[in-house]
């Protein structure tokens, strides 16, 4: 084996690789797209199959537009369940609210005094 080999098996690997990130990138896009009828995602699909440089070269260029504003409608839509999340597990309890719990369980025993001031001071800061 020559180094030309080496790095000509380098080239194709990678042009393999990201003929393959492409073609997942269509299916994906092709199943994210809500308004295309599902007889014309299977005619993607298959003209994928059977001719895929040609199908991934003019669906690209046909779609490709469409495919980043699905993307990033995509990526707003998590950001924007991910942030109503972590609003929903933080709650919004504000420190009055935080005394009035320490307070309640300094009542009920389960704390001492002196973690009631802890807490007190901790919600205030």
Do not use: C, H
């Amino acid at each position: 084996m020559s180094f030309w080999d080496i790095v000509w098996f380098i080239f194709i690997t990678f042009a393999f690789v990201a003929y393959l990130m492409v073609m997942f990138s269509i299916i994906t896009d092709l199943f994210r797209d809500r308004e295309e009828s599902g007889v014309m995602k299977a005619v993607w699909i298959v003209a994928l199959i059977f001719l895929p440089l040609i199908t991934s070269l003019v669906y690209l260029i046909v779609r490709g537009k469409g495919m980043s504003e699905r993307s990033a409608q995509t990526a707003q839509a998590v950001k924007q369940q991910q942030d109503a999340y972590i609003r929903e597990v933080a709650g919004k309890a504000t420190p009055a609210d935080q005394i009035a719990q320490a307070r309640a369980m300094l009542d009920a025993g389960v704390i001492n005094q002196t973690e009631f001031e802890r807490l007190k001071d901790k919600a205030l800061v």
